[in-house]
């Protein structure tokens, strides 16, 4: 019940390609999805986050798609770039004090 | 710059002894939240701390420690180490309590057991 499910483990896209990331989750008591972007020898930063009362939240070229139904969420970048290669990891938690669980993470490379 | 400081970067111990890491927080932040990365299990949550007391506590070993000081920064105290226990240890920050919030992860200590 606690556990984010995370895929692709890696994926490759051209320059310009739109890559998506998808998580899954069984607990119905999460309300906060936030993703975090990893370059290699730096800690997780908080790159976008949504609450279920929204389907979609999009900040610069990311977008989160929601599915409450489905108990799914996805991560889409547009217009993707060399800079964004790096490893996205989905997470969930819920209001109050539980801690993020966080998904296995996506490797991204993004080729020119 | 998250402005989260870990030390060391990098620390190489034997099995059998005991390190501490060390973690200073986003000025104003209160709470902090120790993770363990590895490539098998991902990122773990092991303790949080807010303003100095022990709020929540995750995949925590007991050979594992942690402490918040007065001055909010913290310690991790790793004892009896294992081959097991190398992995990436980050500390994070936020302002609030709880964990749906924006928290700010340090650049990490990087742990190798030989």
């Known amino acids: 019940q606690q556990q984010v499910k995370q895929s692709p483990q890696s994926l490759i896209v051209q320059k310009g390609g739109i890559p998506i990331i998808n998580c899954a989750y069984e607990?119905?008591?999460?309300?906060?999805f936030p993703w975090y972007q990893q370059f290699p020898g730096k800690g997780p930063a908080l790159l976008i986050a949504?609450?279920?009362?929204?389907s979609e939240k999009k900040e610069g070229r990311f977008t989160i798609s929601f599915n409450k139904s489905a108990k799914q969420f996805s991560l889409h970048i547009m217009d993707s770039q060399p800079g964004d290669s790096a490893t996205y990891f989905c997470?969930?938690?819920?209001?109050?004090?539980?801690?993020?669980?966080f998904g296995k993470g996506t490797r991204l490379s993004v080729i020119a | 710059d998250s402005g989260v400081t870990q030390t060391p970067k990098h620390l190489i111990t034997a099995t059998g002894q005991r390190v501490t890491l060390r973690c200073s927080p986003r000025?104003?932040?209160?709470?902090v939240y120790w993770y363990q990365q590895s490539l098998d299990q991902g990122l773990q949550f092991l303790i949080q701390?807010?303003?100095?007391?022990?709020?929540a506590k995750g995949n925590i070993l007991e050979r594992f420690s942690a402490q918040q000081f007065p001055d909010l920064h913290s310690e991790l105290n790793l004892s009896s180490l294992e081959l097991g226990d190398s992995a990436l240890y980050f500390c994070?920050?936020?302002?609030?309590?709880?964990?749906?919030?924006?928290?700010?992860f340090g650049q990490g200590t990087r742990l190798t057991v030989v």
């Open positions: 994070a920050s936020s302002a609030k309590q709880g964990f749906a919030t924006e928290a700010f």
């Open positions: 607990n119905t008591a999460f309300d906060y």
């Open positions: 949504i609450r279920p009362d929204v």
């Open positions: 997470a969930a938690s819920m209001t109050g004090n539980t801690p993020l669980v």
């Open positions: 000025s104003g932040d209160l709470s």
């Open positions: 701390y807010y303003n100095g007391e022990e709020r």
